[in-house]
């Protein structure tokens, strides 16, 4: 039996993905694409998911498009079946679709609350309840769970999409605990930054809140780039943006400090008595073409700016830091 330790070619390979008709999920079918996996992709909109499996076929590969809504647990096994049918295995499977609401807790509609959790949360416990005994048959396998950096971070006024964050980093562990008796069947989990995908210009906003994606935010296809290499070499916990590990180390010093900063920064993009209320693609698929990259409010920076940037801040937090450690021990 190959070892997945040693694997580094995936040409041949059944790789599912569900969220794969944009951003990430899109940006990491054509990474699979390109190493000459066969594909099946999962959405719920119809249109946008035959187009990233056609994009995928013109890069030369095998791409199935099953329409599949994760937080329906039937639907999931009916995607682990059809994906049986290409060669009788599931090599890797990249848990990858989510969806976001942002506002005042008490002013996002209750189904929408509740759909944040069934999308992000039971739909990565559906996929990987369906996957697992493919896997544990096979005695081999990959499951990629893209959880972000939410996972550590919570973000105010998207307190649902965090606590589903927190709940598949939670359920990771336990699984890895469970599986520890397969040594060929790994559980890797990737903490990115904040995207420029699509994903927020579909989310779902309340309270006035209408914003657009920093230039700082990173490349998808940088994340799609580490599901590839996960895939051929796994970890468990991959950090795919420079800025990722700094962030959740930093939170880890000043947790409140820095919920409380980043929550004064939403207020401030609340505007009143304006109709921005929108369940974006929630509680239905967004419509029509798809693309990889969402719309950010500036330019979108180079990757040297931006590691010149984030260089710049850690130099400034670490004499903050220091500065503020010194004068409490004056104090002290």
Known sequence: MENFNELYSLKGK??????????????????FAMEGCNLVLAARGKEALDEAANDCRNLGTIALSIPTDVSDAEQVQNLTNEALKLNGRIDVWVNNAGVM?????????????????KTNLIGYINCAHSVLPIFKKQKEGVLLNNVSIGGYIPAPYSSAYSATKFGIRGM????????????NIHISALYPGLQRSTGNMHSSKYSGLDFKISPLAAD?????????????????NVYPNLSSWPLINIY???P????????????????????????????SPSKGSMQIYG????????????KAILIGAAFVTSFMIVKGVRKCKKKC
Request: a neutral charge.
């Open 295 to 306: 719309e950010t409010s500036l330019p979108p920076l180079s990757e040297n700016t931006k």
């Open 172 to 183: 990771i562990q336990g699984l890895r605990a469970e599986i520890s008796n397969y040594p």
């Open 252 to 254: 880890r010093l000043f």
């Open 256 to 283: 409140d400090f820095i919920g409380a900063t980043a929550a004064a920064a939403m207020r401030l993009m609340m505007k009143k008595n304006t109709e921005t209320d929108t369940d974006g693609n929630v509680l």
């Open 101 to 117: 609401a942002s506002g005042k807790f008490e002013e996002i509609p209750i189904e929408t609350t509740e759909q944040v959790i």
């Open 220 to 236: 998808p296809k940088v994340m799609a780039d580490a599901m590839v290499r996960t895939a051929k070499r796994p970890k468990k």
């Open 14 to 31: 059944t790789v599912v993905i569900t969220g794969a008709s944009s951003g990430v999920g899109k940006a990491t079918a054509e990474a």
